[in-house]
Structures are given as C-alpha cells and as structure tokens.
C-alpha cells in the first residue's frame, strides 16, 4: 500500500519506470524522426489503478501518457505495451509473491511477440493478454464501478 512505500522505493520506481524513459526519448527523438523511427513503451495494465501498487501504477500511468503526448507531437511511431503480470524473477526480487490468483502471468516471450506484431502494424496500444482491453474500457467509461470490482476480486 501507498502508505508502506518507503520514500526512497518511491524516488527508484519515478526514476526507473518515469523519468528515465522520458529523459531517453527526448535525447532520442531528433534521430528518430530522420529515420522514420518507433518507440516502444512497456507500461503495465496497472497503469489503470491496481489497489496495492498505487506509486508503481502512477508511474505506469504517467508513462502511458507521456507516449500518447509524444505520438500526438513527435510525427515518431509509438506503441504503449500494457501487460499484466508477466512471469519474470521480478516478484521474487521485489520479495512480495504475486498473490492474485487471476489474471494469470504471462510468459517474457509472450510480451515479446505482442511487441513485434504491434509495431509491425504500427499499433498505438496493446494489452497482454488481449482481454485486459476490457478493464481499461470499464475504467475509463465507468470508472466507480471499476473501483468496485476491483476491490471485490481482488481486496488483499
């Protein structure tokens, strides 16, 4: 929770999934426009509000819109990727186990083959697995009840 975020945890999460990718896209975007370049932003689906990763879904979240600005401003290809969970080491590491039982994570290369397809068709967006489309759609369009739902499938 919010609360139990330790300040430097919070400065490393802004600086990693944040600052640093908006710092390199900068410096990056002259030689992407003369070469017709792509950038790829993997966000997360958390980037919606997932309850007990509020600092790790801001930062999510002000990721997915600096890559909506810079597709609006830049005339450079971007695709936002949203995965949910994906099976990586990153839990262990961060020493809280996924807890949810669903959804399920997905494979690293399963992620990868989203990425692929989406610039190779110039996607603006892609949720993996697909389906978490759906709660993107329900939270923008119905934000309290999305609140609700949540907190019944998931209330840790």
Not at 98 to 106: E, K, L, N, T
Request: hydrophobic share 45%; net charge positive; no cysteine.
């Amino acid at each position: 929770p919010v609360q139990d975020t330790p300040p430097a945890t919070t400065d490393e999460m802004l600086a990693v999934n944040l600052a640093a990718p908006i710092r390199l896209t900068t410096a990056l975007l002259p030689t992407l426009r003369t070469l017709d370049g792509h950038v790829v932003f993997v966000a997360s689906v958390a980037a919606i509000g997932v309850g007990g990763e509020a600092v790790y879904s801001a930062t999510k979240a002000g990721l997915r819109g600096f890559a909506d600005a810079v597709r609006l401003e830049s005339g450079v290809g971007v695709t936002t990727v949203l995965p949910g969970a994906v099976d990586t080491p990153y839990f262990a590491r961060r020493g809280a186990a996924y807890h949810r039982s669903f959804p399920r994570p997905v494979s690293a290369d399963r992620v990868a083959a989203a990425v692929v397809a989406a610039v190779g068709r110039n996607r603006s967006e892609v949720f993996v697995p697909r389906w978490l489309t759906l709660g993107s759609r329900v939270h923008g369009a119905i934000p309290a009840t999305f609140a609700r739902l949540s907190r019944r499938f998931d209330p840790h």
